[in-house]
């Protein structure tokens, strides 16, 4: 059914949350002299704009909602019938770090499902996937919408959007357990309804899920669905929709197992949409994963990445100090191993200290006095130690899990670790040189000062290279990694090619109408390091440049010269 037919049900809890309407009558001028001083503002910061909000209060003492002003603002100017200034939405926004990588992070959870693995340091909550805990925000949202992924990802976008979000670029990414553990009709009407769910909806409320085949959880539907039957044509017309739907789908990613990566699974990965994999590895050591009952080893690890690197994939590791048998200096030389061991390599990852919670087999072994968290002095150094070591191709995504402080029994409990951890890094006189610590973010970039420069790697399988767009003061404003694989691929479509397996621009996610003089996004820099990838590719004696393109990326790749294949776009070089 199309989500615009559905009829409208009871409002959500969530709902009540977001949207108040701005009374004009009452506050108009009041508006009107705060929107004045937010224009005056010589050095807009969050910062700053919370200030000012403090120096204009309401009548009624409090102060006026970041998302109030934005909707008063929107309001004036559909009176005044004038477009909002982009310059003016930016610095009405609530969190302006969130979408400075250039897209739109939105986070789904699939529904409770028995995950393979027995780790003995995971969670298991009622009502919610394996290893997610009931305080966690992305868990709560989800656990409001009955994790129902159409409801999901809308009811995020107008959030984003109600705060002034540029949302028509989004990496959807879908958590929850082990993906492919999930039945194939699961997988495949998940991906559909959070594609359907970035369509042009009507304004407010958002109309939830009408019921039938789309409330169905993943035991009904697959005995509902033959995998293989119906579903992928109807994935296949939502894929097509999204390539002009307003919020293009430009990144897929989901989480699984080392264990369950096969050739059979990285073709469905692609036919699903998928472009990026977070693979949770946690140790490079047999010994540790088989205390910690990971249930797979090492060589388990190494054969997933080559397949997934091999299809094109980027492949996100997480990685796990702290468990069970590990030392500080055990843990130091694991980390190590990512580097060292040509297979691994990976091109993002997270470390999630292991965090103590209760009920969990680990929790018992503390009870027993079997094992002790880290005080919080050993694991800074161990961070620290881990983060200078990162290689420049490698982005270091998060350095610890988002868990609520109170769930932890015992163990390091500060959220913002990783500014501790840079701390004690400057007084060191220590840099972290990962991506993520060098990217441009919000700063503009003068086109005529950027520099090429590239980053030349191997893995067991292919040699790598990251291209990088760099400021005169060594900031990222954008890259692409290329892989010249050594070996025949998994998938025969990529039999001969060089592969680009990302391209990425940063800057602010402006729309596309709204081009910000100075942002990297449009100084046409993805072109220019497609242009340089085919030439490196020529070079090296491939005849054929494919990308893994995620569905709303299409479009932008026909552009540039690029065919659609079964599961990847190529062109001939
Ligand atoms: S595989 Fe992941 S979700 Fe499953 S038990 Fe292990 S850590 Fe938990
Ligand atoms: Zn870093």
Not at 59 to 77: H, I, N, T, V
Not at 94 to 120: E, F
Not at 163 to 190: C, M, N, R
Request: proline share 9%; charged share 25%; aromatic share 6%.
């Amino acid at each position: 059914m199309n989500p615009k037919e559905r009829p409208a049900r009871q409002r959500q809890p969530w709902q009540s949350t977001h949207r108040q309407p701005f009374d004009m009558a009452a506050h108009g001028a009041a508006l009107a002299a705060i929107l004045q001083a937010v224009r005056d503002l010589p050095d807009p910061s969050p910062l700053a704009l919370a200030r000012l909000l403090r120096r204009h209060p309401r009548p009624d003492g409090g102060a006026f909602s970041k998302e109030q002003l934005l909707l008063g603002y929107r309001e004036l100017c559909r009176c005044a019938g004038r477009a909002p200034e982009p310059e003016m939405v930016r610095r009405l926004q609530m969190k302006p770090t969130r979408t400075l990588s250039g897209v739109a992070p939105v986070a789904v959870l699939t529904a409770p499902h028995p995950c393979p693995g027995a780790c003995i340091f995971c969670p298991e909550a009622d009502g919610l996937p394996k290893s997610y805990l009931p305080g966690e925000p992305g868990a709560l949202r989800a656990a409001a919408h009955g994790f129902d992924p159409f409801d999901q990802v809308a009811g995020r976008i107008q959030a984003l959007q109600s705060v002034g979000h540029p949302v028509d670029k989004v990496e959807l990414l879908i958590l929850g357990g082990t993906w492919s553990a999930y039945p194939e009709a699961y997988q495949a009407w998940f991906v559909r309804r959070c594609l359907e769910g970035l369509e042009d909806l009507p304004e407010w409320p958002l109309p939830t899920s009408g019921g039938g085949e789309e409330e169905a959880g993943p035991g009904d539907l697959a005995a509902r669905v033959a995998p293989g039957g119906p579903i992928w044509p109807a994935l296949e017309a939502a894929q097509i929709g999204n390539e002009s739907a307003p919020h293009r789908c430009v990144g897929l990613v989901v989480e699984t197992r080392p264990d369950w990566v096969t050739p059979a699974e990285v073709r469905r990965l692609r036919r699903l949409g998928v472009t990026k994999v977070q693979l949770g590895v946690q140790s490079l050591d047999d010994a540790i994963l088989a205390r910690n009952c990971r249930g797979h080893d090492t060589a388990a690890t190494r054969q997933a990445m080559r397949l997934l690197r091999l299809a094109g994939f980027k492949v996100v590791v997480h990685w796990m100090p702290n468990l069970l048998g590990a030392t500080p200096e055990s843990d130091r030389a694991d980390f190590r191993r990512l580097w060292d061991d040509p297979a691994l390599r990976p091109d993002e990852f997270k470390i999630y200290p292991t965090s103590l919670l209760a009920g969990t087999a680990l929790y018992e072994r503390w009870l027993r006095g079997e094992y002790a968290p880290y005080d919080e002095g050993t694991l800074v150094r161990l961070l620290s130690d881990c983060k200078a070591l990162i290689p420049p191709y490698s982005r270091l995504n998060r350095l610890m899990r988002d868990i609520p402080a109170e769930q932890i029994v015992a163990g390091v409990t500060r959220s913002n670790l990783r500014e501790v951890v840079h701390r004690a890094m400057a007084v060191a006189g220590r840099a972290c040189h990962c991506l993520r610590c060098r990217e441009v973010r919000g700063a503009p970039v003068e086109e005529v000062t950027l520099r090429l420069e590239r980053v030349e790697y191997a893995t067991d399988a292919t040699a790598e290279v990251l291209l990088q767009y760099l400021t005169p003061g060594d900031r990222v404003a954008g890259f692409l990694r290329l892989s010249l694989p050594r070996e025949a691929p998994p998938l025969e479509e990529l039999a001969g090619c060089a592969v680009v397996r990302e391209v990425h621009v940063y800057g602010p996610a402006v729309e596309l109408d709204a081009a910000q003089p100075g942002a990297a996004q449009h100084v046409g820099l993805g072109t220019r390091l497609l242009a340089e990838a085919g030439r490196l590719a020529r070079e090296a004696g491939y005849g054929r440049l494919a990308v893994i393109a995620a569905v709303g990326t299409r479009p932008y790749y026909r552009e540039r010269g690029f065919v659609d294949g079964r599961l990847y776009m190529a062109r001939e070089l």
